[in-house]
């Protein structure tokens, strides 16, 4: 059971270190829709752009909508977008379960999942559950691209 304080301390830890955007860009995204129908690649597109807009609102529906058609995506991208972008508009169980469907074998994507799971947990006040995917991130390559050592100094 976790304390008032820890709870908040981890509301303020998310909101300090949630960012939608991913830390890569977005240029290797617009590639994705190469391989898709016309009308998927088209819905993927937008949710793109809108997200590179920030307009979150609008990119988790484009997103919502193309794994509706998409529910096993070639490639994790998309369900991260989709992830990040039901973050930052509040859908934090949504968001969790696309990143719960990342598969860690994709390096980028999967350390970015990683990233985004310690900052919900830490969000609901699991501090144990974040500092092991915090754990994951740090021995991760990709991993060096987020502030881990920085977070994990100040759960601790």
């Excluded at 820890?6 to 270190?17: A, C, I, Q, R």
């Amino acid at each position: 059971m976790t304390t008032y304080g820890e709870s908040d301390g981890g509301v303020l830890l998310f909101e300090e270190y949630f960012e939608a955007k991913p830390v890569y860009g977005y240029g290797i995204r617009r590639s994705l829709a190469a391989d898709l129908s016309d009308t998927d690649a088209s819905i993927l597109r937008q949710g793109i752009s809108y997200h590179q807009q920030a307009d979150y609102d609008l990119a988790i529906v484009s997103f919502r909508a193309f794994l509706e058609s998409n529910p096993e995506p070639a490639d994790d991208q998309p369900l991260l977008l989709a992830a990040t972008a039901a973050i930052a508009t509040g859908h934090y169980a949504e968001g969790m379960d696309y990143l719960d469907e990342i598969t860690e074998d994709d390096l980028e994507t999967g350390t970015a999942a990683n990233w985004h799971q310690a900052l919900l947990h830490l969000r609901k006040g699991n501090n144990a559950a974040a500092l092991a995917e915090l754990q994951r991130v740090k021995q991760a390559r990709a991993g060096r691209a987020y502030p881990t050592a920085r977070l994990l100094e100040a759960i601790r």
